[in-house]
């Protein structure tokens, strides 16, 4: 009963901490809502769109011999006198108006230094002899794609658009080049022919190109009901999770310093001077550590539940991942302090160990929803919080509970063993 | 004067005293830069890990699928992955489960009829909201593109031709002429970062993105110094004496801009010889950035240790703008990847500034110009930290 | 008061590393009475209070705190003790109530009791219209009320008080011995310790004086004033430097003994009537010329001198 007195009384000192409350609650709320935010855009389309990218176009083309490309599917393509001014036009088209915001340049080193100023995302310089090349089956013709070097996706995007018109055309002069390296001179006669029947049983001709040629489907996985619809909630998910664990463990530290901080008050040598044994007192700081972080975890998974939309898996798995966290949490902060003399070495505790252990484990959560990340292995797993950012996401992703239950089981070893030398240390100090 | 340098070497005395302190301020960096450049595969000898891993099945089997699998696997961006015995389930599985980026099945059948020009698909597996779909639907509409490129072209001439250009001479002929494609794209980029190395793009993000984060860390430590010395009533006691209160500050305030630029020197040095980052390649733009990030976030630590009433509420104040202006900042993930509206809302924080600064160096590969108004910017910050930090602690010792 | 002896302190003995800080320390505190320890800074006082609380295990010796030993049965000390520490042993985010609601409990009480008797104690402290507040908020004389308030909850028999004055002003200090007093009053047995002699003088039946570990005079302030034969100590100073007139005092009839502290000169005499004249005479033969007279009745700081040949203040 007396432990329980004083777990009461150090929860109540924690909670009336303006600044415990803001670390335990606020912080890890505003830190997810602020990439709720940053990836707002994908909040109404429920699919990842990126912001339009900057495009500045150097068309200096002057034109060269027709190149009959009566490709109803090119927009502008009756209209424009050279290959430049049909580049351009794909690139203004209404097709595009989702994905670019389209600049023009006087000139080459205009649109470089316009990127280069970050004004411009991209520039397309398309030199003057671009049609004539084109139309000579002797030259190559080439675009040339200047990008921001910071920026990866939206160029990526633009490129890819550009590679398919290219390769379109590029295919219509292969063809011709194959044709001719093979006829007769006075078969020259027939490269009309080879282009318009080209064109007339090519893919150029189609709609939709994806839809002709892909069967594209989406992976199913067992016990996706878990996991949510809606691509924002997917990706800030996770980040909610690995912010609740970094800040558990923070509040596992933080309130097991209680017991430094009474020893400085003074308080502590007079909690031995009444009838209360060490074992209890000692008992209702650390219960004091578990029950206040358990207050933390319960009430972020709640909020984040009904405040993003976060759908933490089904009762059991979840039950079974928060009670991980807590107990690692809660050992964890026991143990760091027991390693303490005094709580002025706590700010290199919190701003180093904590820090570090806590983005060590959540290393997965930032990297995921990075394009072309790598696969970032298992380097999360070097700390405990990476077992219960595992624990959280299997419970999410609505994974077997055999997988979900190995590891807690290792993330059960870790707490035990920091309780168990927290337990020591603390018994050994007050012996 | 003298009795600000007083003040600066007493404050650097304490803290070099605290040897884990000046252990962390280095080590924290370092130790979390390596951890994210080995986990991003920086350090990896293999290149080709970078690429998106394709699983990649042929229940076909005809000669005409070859090329498809040829084009596929000489993509610079996607790199396929075959299992041998694996299934179309199990490829599906792993999709599922994040290891492949995408699966490509090539259906039975395709090949007759990619020959007899009727309608067939590639079986695709993939998330089609993630952000690697567009490189891997790219890729696979080129190859497939390709593909019927050169069996249309094959077929034509042959029909014109005749014995002259067999169809499988045709169609071999057009594949490869796709190795030096007639119109191309040519990418050019003002960076200095090569351009096969994404371990090393990836480094030249999380170099300066760990080292402002953790500078900022380090403030909790510098601040408290400040903390203490007003817990400890020596503060008011500096006040009775004929130290003006500008020195105090001005004092303080170099104690920690000195710890700060040294962590970056030392950070930078690190970056440029460990992780092959190119800072030194504009020694005096690098050093313009360092200097002015280093007077920015000195003035918000001297703010936060005048704000701050407990070493508790200075490791508070120092996580909280660490995390906040990170994130926001785009120390973490670029901004290019958030919204217009965040974009701009990121650049209210001095840390995209700084970003802004360090990467013109070291991946665009530009000089001094290029810096001046990152560096203008974290300037004024510095100065509104300061001028908030000198007007807070005179309201603090008049009540 | 009465004869049974509620504290027995025998031979207790306590060191840290090579510091001896308690050397064989006994004495006896009777029921019922105000029991002082009475030394300078560093004589060891704090850490017998913090064996006789249990607080510190003793190297050799031991203690019974009625009839509890403090070595076999620490358990049994502490639900008949009250403790008020030297510190300010108190939570600060917490009100006056809160504070004495969870030392209540940690002294076992419970329930309406525990509610009735924080109320008491309030009263008692004076703080029940502020008992609502932080503590935080507290001037320290208010805080040292809490203090001693958190050790009078469980209605001890004994209580420890641990230099209770220290850094407050007059006004506190004046409550503080009036509340010591009323204790005594309510048959409580009180074991004070303290570096001020005028506090041991006005309120202590029994002083035990402390020095060096060791306790070097016990008894009560008539007894121990008698240790110095009732000596009177009359404190100079001179217009010059003294060695050679403080020589020629030594010599003067009547005169006990002479100790000089930096400008102070302190002479030890039977009947300053009768001595100070010659001092006077004294001094004039010798071309010294006194500046400044003190003349000091019999107590405990004479004691300490004589006892110790340094002043308690030192």
Redesign the interface.
């Known amino acids: 009963m007396k432990a329980l007195d004083i777990a009461l009384k150090d929860m109540l000192r924690s909670f009336r901490s303006f600044f415990a409350v803001i670390f335990m609650f606020v912080i890890p709320l505003l830190v997810t809502g602020m990439f709720y935010f940053m990836f707002g855009n994908i909040a109404d389309s429920g699919e990842f769109s990126l912001p339009k990218t900057k495009v500045i176009v150097a068309n200096m083309d002057k034109g060269g011999p027709k190149f009959n490309v009566n490709t109803k599917n090119i927009p502008g393509g009756k209209d424009a006198d050279t290959m430049g001014e049909l580049i351009v036009g794909i690139l203004e088209s209404d097709d595009m108006a989702d994905l670019i915001v389209v600049a023009h340049a006087s000139s080459p080193a205009a649109a470089r230094a316009a990127v280069d100023n970050q004004t411009q995302q991209v520039a397309i310089i398309i030199p003057l002899d671009f049609s004539k090349k084109f139309a000579d089956i002797n030259e190559d013709a080439a675009i040339e794609f200047y990008q921001d070097p910071t920026l990866t996706i939206g160029p990526s995007v633009i490129r890819a658009i550009l590679n398919r018109f290219t390769d379109g055309m590029a295919s219509v002069k292969i063809a011709v080049n194959v044709f001719m390296d093979e006829a007769q001179p006075e078969e020259q006669i027939y490269v009309g022919e080879v282009v318009q029947r080209y064109l007339k049983i090519s893919l150029a001709e189609e709609d939709d190109l994806e839809a002709e040629l892909l069967d594209v489907r989406t992976p199913v996985k067992e016990d996706a009901a878990a996991k949510s619809e809606n691509l924002l909630v997917r990706i800030v998910g996770p980040i909610m999770g690995g912010m609740m664990i970094f800040y558990a463990f923070y509040t596992g530290t933080s309130t097991g310093q209680s017991i430094l901080r009474e020893e400085e008050e003074r308080t502590m040598p007079r909690l031995f001077t009444t009838p209360t044994s060490q074992a209890t007192i000692l008992s209702g700081k650390f219960l004091s550590v578990f029950m206040t972080v358990s207050v933390q975890v319960i009430v972020l998974l709640v909020v984040a539940k009904y405040l993003f939309g976060i759908n933490w898996g089904d009762i059991l798995p979840v039950t079974i991942s928060a009670l991980g966290i807590i107990f690692s949490a809660s050992s964890f902060g026991i143990f760091v302090n027991s390693l303490l003399k005094d709580t002025r070495q706590s700010g290199v505790i919190f701003g180093g160990v904590l820090t570090v252990t806590g983005m060590v484990g959540m290393i997965n959560t930032f990297s995921g929803n990075m394009p072309n990340s790598a696969q970032f292995g298992d380097v999360s797993l070097l700390v405990p919080q990476g077992w219960a950012v595992l624990g959280l996401t299997q419970s999410m992703n609505g994974q077997p509970i055999a997988s979900l239950l190995t590891t807690m089981s290792v993330l059960l070893a870790w707490g035990v063993v920091f309780f168990t030398v927290g337990v020591w240390r603390f018994n050994k100090r007050y012996a | 004067m003298i009795r600000i340098l007083d003040i600066t070497i007493k404050d650097l005395t304490q803290l070099v005293r ?1 040897a ?2 000046f252990m ?1 301020l280095l ?2 960096p370092i ?2 830069t390596l ?2 450049g ?4 920086a350090f ?1 000898k293999d290149q080709s ?5 394709i699983g990649y099945l042929n229940e076909d089997n005809r000669w005409v699928d070859q090329p498809l699998h040829d084009i596929l696997a000489a993509s610079e ?1 996607i790199h396929l992955v075959e299992y041998p015995i694996a299934s179309a389930s199990d490829l ?2 792993l ?5 492949l980026a995408a699966a490509i099945i090539v ?1 039975r059948g395709y090949g007759q009829a990619m020959l007899k ?1 009727k ?1 067939v ?12 779909w ?2 891997i ?2 890729e ?3 190859a ?3 593909l ?2 050169a069996l ?2 094959a ?3 042959e029909d ?2 005749g014995d ?2 067999p169809f499988r001479y ?1 169609f071999d ?2 594949l490869e ?2 190795q ?12 200095v ?1 090569p351009k096969v190395t ?2 090393g ?1 990836s480094l030249a ?1 999380t170099s300066p993105g760990m080292m402002l984060q953790f500078a900022i ?2 403030l ?2 510098a601040a ?1 110094i400040i903390v ?1 010395e007003r817990k400890s009533r020596t503060l008011q006691r500096l006040l009775t004496t004929s130290a003006r209160r500008i020195h105090i500050l001005i004092g303080h305030y170099l104690a920690i801009f000195i710890l700060i630029f040294s962590q970056f020197m030392i950070l930078i040095a690190f970056g440029q010889f460990a992780l092959k980052v190119d800072y030194l390649r504009a020694p005096s733009a690098t050093l313009l950035v360092a200097f002015s990030a280093a007077l920015c976030i000195s003035a918000l630590g001297l703010l936060i240790g005048v704000i701050a009433k407990s ?6 104040f ?3 703008p ?3 202006f990170s ?2 900042g785009g120390a ?3 901004l ?8 701009i809302i990121g650049h209210l924080t001095p840390v995209a500034w700084a970003m802004d600064g360090f ?1 013109n160096v070291i ?4 000089g001094l110009d ?1 810096v001046l108004l990152p560096a203008g910017a974290l300037t004024v910050y510095a100065v509104l930290f300061f001028a908030l930090a000198a007007w807070r602690l005179s309201a603090a010792e008049e009540k | 008061m009465n004869n049974i002896a509620t504290i027995e302190v025998l031979d207790l003995r306590r060191s840290f590393g090579e510091t001896h800080a308690v050397q064989g320390v006994s004495f006896e505190v009777k029921q019922g009475e105000i029991f002082s320890l009475l030394g300078p800074n560093g004589a060891g006082k704090t850490t017998t209070i913090s064996m006789l609380s249990c607080l510190l295990r003793p190297d050799e010796g031991d203690a019974r705190v009625m009839g509890h030993s403090i070595r076999t049965d620490q358990m049994g000390v502490k639900s008949v003790l009250g403790v008020v520490p030297q510190e300010i042993a108190l939570y600060e985010d917490l009100t006056a109530r809160e504070n004495l609601i969870f030392w209540g409990k940690m002294y076992g009480l419970r329930g309406p009791a525990l509610k009735s008797r924080v109320n008491e104690v309030l009263e008692i402290i004076g703080l029940s219209d502020r008992a609502h507040e932080r503590v935080g908020k507290y001037s320290g004389g208010m805080k040292r009320r809490v203090n001693i308030g958190v050790a009078l909850l469980h209605k001890p028999q004994v209580i420890y008080m641990d230099e209770p004055t220290v850094g407050i002003d007059p006004q506190s200090r004046r409550n503080i011995l009036d509340s010591v007093i009323a204790l005594k009053n309510q048959g409580m047995t009180v074991l004070y310790t303290t570096h001020y002699m005028e506090e041991s003088q006005e309120i202590s039946d029994h002083i035990a004086i402390m020095d060096y570990g060791k306790v070097i005079a016990s008894g009560t302030h008539e007894e121990l004033v008698k240790l110095v034969g009732g000596k009177t100590r009359i404190d100079l100073t001179l217009n010059t430097n003294a060695e050679n007139v403080i020589s020629a005092w030594q010599s003067v009839e009547g005169v006990e003994r002479v100790t000089k502290d930096e400008e102070t000169i302190s002479v030890l005499v039977e009947d300053s009537n009768i001595v100070l004249p010659r001092l006077f005479e004294s001094a004039t033969k010798h071309s010294a010329r006194i500046t400044s007279v003190d003349i000091r009745e019999p107590n405990l700081e004479s004691v300490f001198l004589h006892l110790t040949g340094r002043a308690l203040r030192d």
């Open positions: 605290d884990n302190t962390f080590i924290m130790v979390f951890l994210f080995y986990a991003s595969g990896s890990d970078s690429r998106l891993p961006t599906e599985a999709v599922a489960d994040g290891k259906p020009n309608t698909r590639l079986i695709v597996i993939a998330d089609t909201g993630s952000t690697a567009t490189t639907q790219a696979t509409l080129t497939v593109s390709r019927d490129g249309r072209t077929t034509i001439t014109i031709l002259r250009a045709a002929q057009t002429a796709w030096d494609p007639p119109i191309k794209v040519v990418e050019t980029t003002s960076s970062v994404d371990g793009m993000h860390a380090g909790l430590t408290q203490t070493e508790e509420q200075a490791v508070t120092s996580i909280i660490m995390f906040v994130g926001l973490w993930v670029p290019e990847v958030t919204g217009e509206a965040f974009q990467k991946v665009r590969g530009f290029s």
